[in-house]
């Protein structure tokens, strides 16, 4: 069964431009996370979906960050406009359902560098 | 505000002999503790996970103590192999929230 799956895993973009991640989570999975993971520190939820539904983004940075999750299966994350501090390790997550027992299954990350 | 902490950035053991990898919690609120272990640009992947209401869980060479009076959790492994070599997050979570606030990590070094 393939993992979650994420693109691009790598961008380097200058501050101010937009940026992009999509992620497709695990076949099934209704619980789609991203979270952000700076140097040295552990992940940070950024929002959560329950199927098409945004349930949790209280940590997203509104005024520059969007999320969306198109019928309920693959999202993407935009930034516009990056900034320096966005430097970071984009995690997409997946897990069958919401519950604190329900194992949320990673992807490999998308590493931002903004110059 | 770092409510799960992992003090010990780093840890290095000889191959065979036990790893102990800790944590600290603050909320009193959490009652559902996670292990995941993450290899160089891979995802972090679950390793093992304890209920507030077990104060030890076992899964082959894994094991995790939780003692909720002192908020402690640790991970041990015996033995310890050289494919243990990664970074280890530490995780807790509350039923009200169900949200994943994870520590800083700790990386692990297994020498052969």
């Not at chain 1, 992009?20 to 140097?39: D, E, V």
Request: proline residues 6%; hydrophobic residues 35%; contains cysteine.
């Amino acid at each position: 069964e393939a993992g979650v799956v994420q693109s691009p895993r790598y961008k380097i973009i200058e501050k101010k431009q937009p940026v992009a991640f999509w992620c497709n989570p695990i076949s099934g999975h209704n619980t789609l996370y991203w979270y952000r993971q700076n140097l040295g520190q552990g992940p940070e939820l950024l929002i959560r979906y329950e199927n098409e539904e945004a349930v949790d983004d209280s940590q997203l940075p509104k005024d520059r960050f969007s999320a969306e999750r198109l019928k309920g299966v693959d999202s993407t994350l935009k930034i516009q406009p990056a900034e320096l501090g966005d430097s970071a390790v984009y995690l997409c997550a997946s897990s069958l359902s919401w519950g604190i027992t329900d194992t949320q299954y990673f992807g490999p990350g998308t590493r931002l560098t903004v110059l | 505000d770092q409510q799960v902490k992992q003090n010990s950035p780093s840890l290095s053991v000889q191959e065979g002999r036990i790893s102990i990898l800790n944590c600290d919690y603050t909320n009193s609120m959490f009652d559902y503790f996670l292990w995941y272990k993450k290899y160089p640009a891979e995802g972090p992947t679950f390793l093992i996970s304890i209920s507030s209401i077990k104060d030890k869980n076992e899964d082959g060479r894994f094991t995790v103590f939780l003692n909720k009076s002192a908020k402690h959790l640790s991970l041990h492994i015996v033995p310890s192999q050289p494919g243990d070599s990664a970074v280890y997050f530490c995780a807790a979570s509350d039923s009200n929230t169900g949200k994943l606030i994870f520590g800083q990590g700790t990386t692990l070094q297994v020498k052969p």
